[in-house]
C-alpha cells in the first residue's frame, strides 16, 4: 500500500472526527458493548495497522489473536456494490450482522489498537449507553454521513481488499513487509483468510436524502478540500 493512501485515510479520519465533535455522545473509555468480531475494513486500513504491530514488535501478539479469532462471516457485496445497487433501483438488502463475540483486540476494556483501529469503529457511537444486544441510539443523519465516509474509504481501497478486519489483517499477513509471520502462523494462514474477503469497488455515488445535505454537505467538503501534498484529496481520489 503506497503511504500516500495512509496519509489520504489519516486527513478522513480526521475530517470525520472534527465534524462528529458536535454530538453529545456517551462512549467512554471502558464502554466496548460495540466492540465485536462484526467489523469490516478496507486493505488501506489493515495495511496502517499491521505497520503499528511492526514498529511496536507485537506480531507475536496479532499472531496469536489473529489465530483465535472466531468463525467469520464473508460479505457478499461492500459497501459500495450496496450502494451501487440501490441506485440501480434494485431491491437489496443490508447483510445481516456476523459474528458478534467480543473483538479479540479488546483487552480489559481497552483497544489495544485504538489509535489505528478503522473507521467502522471510529463511527460507533451513541447518544445513550448501550449494552450487549442492544442498538446505539444515534440521528440517521450520522448514519447517513458514517456510510457516505465508508463508502469514500473504499474508494480509496478500490482493486483492494474489503472484508471482516480479522480476515483482511490476516489476508495480508504474507505481504513482503510482514514477512515475520512466516514462523508464527502457519503456511496458509493468508491463503485460507483470503477465500474470506472480496474486493473494494469505486463509489457509484451517494446514499444521501436532500433533507440531510444541510448536515452532512459540510463534512464532505471538509474530507475533499483536505489537502495532502499539493492536492485536494478530491483531486486525488479522482486520479488527477
Ligand atoms: S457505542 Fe455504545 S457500547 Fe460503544 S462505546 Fe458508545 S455507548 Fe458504549
Ligand atoms: S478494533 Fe478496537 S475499537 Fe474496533 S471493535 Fe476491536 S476493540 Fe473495538
Excluded at 78 to 97: H, K, R, S
Excluded at 170 to 199: G, H, M, W
Aim: glycine share 8%; proline share 5%; net charge negative.
Amino acid at each position: 500500500m503506497l503511504p500516500l493512501k495512509e496519509d489520504i485515510l489519516r486527513s478522513i479520519y480526521d475530517a470525520f472526527a472534527e465534524w462528529s465533535a458536535g454530538f453529545s455522545f456517551v462512549c467512554s473509555k471502558n464502554c466496548a458493548a460495540c466492540c465485536t468480531q462484526n467489523v469490516t475494513m478496507t486493505a488501506v486500513e489493515g495495511g496502517v495497522i499491521h505497520r503499528l504491530i511492526r514498529e511496536n514488535g507485537r506480531e507475536g501478539w496479532l499472531a496469536e489473536k489473529l489465530q483465535a479469532k472466531g468463525e467469520t462471516v464473508r460479505p457478499w457485496m461492500t459497501t459500495n456494490d450496496f450502494a451501487g445497487a440501490c441506485l440501480q433501483g434494485e431491491d437489496v438488502q443490508p447483510e445481516e450482522y456476523g459474528n458478534m463475540s467480543p473483538c479479540p483486540f479488546l483487552e480489559n476494556g481497552c483497544c489495544r489498537i485504538y489509535e489505528v483501529r478503522p473507521f467502522s469503529c471510529r463511527c460507533f457511537a451513541s447518544e445513550q449507553k448501550c449494552f450487549s444486544g442492544t442498538s446505539a441510539l444515534l440521528p440517521e443523519y450520522y448514519l447517513s454521513a458514517s456510510t457516505a465516509v465508508m463508502q469514500i474509504i473504499e474508494h480509496l481501497g478500490q482493486g483492494e481488499y474489503w472484508g471482516n478486519m480479522l480476515d483482511v489483517l490476516s489476508a495480508l499477513c504474507d505481504l513482503p513487509e510482514n514477512r515475520s509471520y512466516v514462523t508464527l502462523l502457519p503456511a496458509s494462514f493468508a491463503d485460507q483468510s483470503r477465500v474470506q474477503v472480496i474486493k473494494a469497488k469505486p463509489l457509484p455515488g451517494f446514499l444521501l436524502l436532500d433533507e440531510e445535505m444541510d448536515k452532512i454537505a459540510p463534512l464532505l467538503d471538509a474530507i475533499f478540500t483536505r489537502k495532502v501534498g499539493e492536492k485536494t484529496v478530491e483531486s486525488i481520489l479522482n486520479g488527477r
